[in-house]
């Protein structure tokens, strides 16, 4: 990707992290980026096309990352794997907190976004945890009960904090998107898969 193209997609992050998808105009993105905003047509189509290739990328680069694990780990316990997938979910979204926020929030708003671009990603992001869960279920080293509800709950650990920053700080005393925060969040979901799927 050319020079021109990562300064608008870095703008725009910087913008909607902090004014929001609405509330960030093409005209603002190519102020932050120094170009002429006849580029961000050009490149993208429009303040759309710059959202929605924010979120494939995110998208993409997670599941990739997910591959990639998947075929290291294929061997370990399912219970220790479970870890693995969720420290990655955790570390990633860290890592990438300003479009983890943007996504969050269009989420749970359901905005057009959510519904029109969000759904097929949404649904391959959770299908990494249910396919552990799952197989864990299958095998008899997890407990048999719904892996929807277990899933739901644990993206909601997950997410929670990138919606609400300040509560993380006044409540837990921790910076969020630290590795201090990664590591407490990552922790407390696997204190709840344990309760949840493994036999007493």
């Not at 997670?62 to 370990?76: A, G, M, S, V, Y």
């Not at 749970?108 to 869960?133: C, N, Q």
Request: hydrophobic share 45%; aromatic share 10%; proline share 3%.
């Amino acid at each position: 990707m050319d020079q021109t193209k990562m300064r608008i997609l870095s703008a725009a992050a910087k913008l909607f992290d902090i004014h929001g998808y609405k509330g960030t105009s093409v005209r603002h993105i190519a102020e932050e980026a120094q170009v002429n905003s006849a580029l961000i047509s050009y490149h993208f189509q429009g303040k759309q096309g710059v959202l929605e290739t924010l979120i494939a990328s995110y998208f993409d680069t997670l599941f990739r990352r997910i591959e990639e694990q998947e075929t290291e780990c294929k061997e370990i316990p399912l219970f220790e794997r479970l870890e693995k997938v969720v420290a990655l979910y955790v570390s990633f979204q860290c890592e990438h907190a300003p479009i983890t926020r943007l996504i969050q929030r269009e989420l749970s708003v359901e905005s057009m976004l959510a519904r029109e671009v969000l759904t097929l990603y949404i649904s391959r992001w959770k299908h990494g945890l249910s396919r552990v869960i799952e197989q864990g279920m299958a095998t008899g080293d997890f407990l048999p009960i719904s892996s929807d509800r277990v899933v739901l709950a644990v993206i909601s650990q997950m997410t929670y904090p990138f919606l609400q920053a300040q509560m993380v700080r006044q409540v837990y005393d921790l910076e969020p998107y630290s590795e201090e925060f990664a590591l407490w969040l990552q922790a407390s979901i696997m204190r709840y898969l344990r309760a949840c799927l493994l036999p007493t």
